[in-house]
């Protein structure tokens, strides 16, 4: 029986130009959670069937997702590819309403951060939703590895 997990994450950071205190904390929480629990199973492969674990590296190239592949020895097994279009508007969203949250940790009431931390969780999970079905076929992650994973893409779209 496969051992369908992730052991390693590491990110692109030649496309990350700048990281806030905030978004650097968000991506060592992701990256921290996601190691301790996930599940990731590579569904197809160019050679012989891999049972896991994996080391993932993340990276955007020519505005597409790339999630290199390799076993618990590195060695590299596949690179799974996906258009980011899809994704582009929720991570705008998601970026905008991080933005208002973080604002309101520092100056607003307990139910006006509720309320806007329900709206980052519900474009968050529609983000999970759409990036699993994008990995169909592919690769199969439960929900909380898909959010994790959406986290980290956000972090390679930061822009200056």
């Given amino acids: 029986m496969g051992d369908y997990r992730i052991i390693d994450v ?31 199973r590579l569904v197809t492969t160019r050679g012989a069937p891999h ?20 076993g618990s020895d590195d060695a590299h097994i596949e690179t799974i590819v996906l258009a980011l279009s899809p994704f582009r508007r929720v991570i705008r969203e998601y970026f905008a309403v991080c933005e208002s949250y973080y604002q309101a940790i520092r100056q607003a009431t307990a139910s006006q951060i509720e309320t806007v931390d329900m709206a980052r969780r519900g474009i968050h999970n529609a983000a999970a939703e759409t990036l699993i ?16 994973l959406f986290t980290l893409i956000c972090v390679l779209h930061i822009r200056g």
Avoid: H, M
């Avoid at 896991?52 to 990276?59: A, E, F, V």
């Avoid at 079905?133 to 994790?148: C, S």
């Fill in 51 to 70: 049972e896991g674990p994996y080391r993932i590296r993340l990276r955007v190239e020519d505005g597409r997702l790339a999630i290199d592949i390799a």
């Fill in 10 to 40: 590491q990110l692109d950071d030649r496309t990350i130009l700048w990281r806030s205190a905030d978004i650097e904390q968000e991506r060592r929480v992701a990256v921290f959670d996601l190691l301790e629990g996930n599940s990731f």
């Fill in 133 to 148: 079905e994008r990995l169909n076929g592919k690769i199969e992650v439960d929900f909380d590895t898909a959010r994790r």
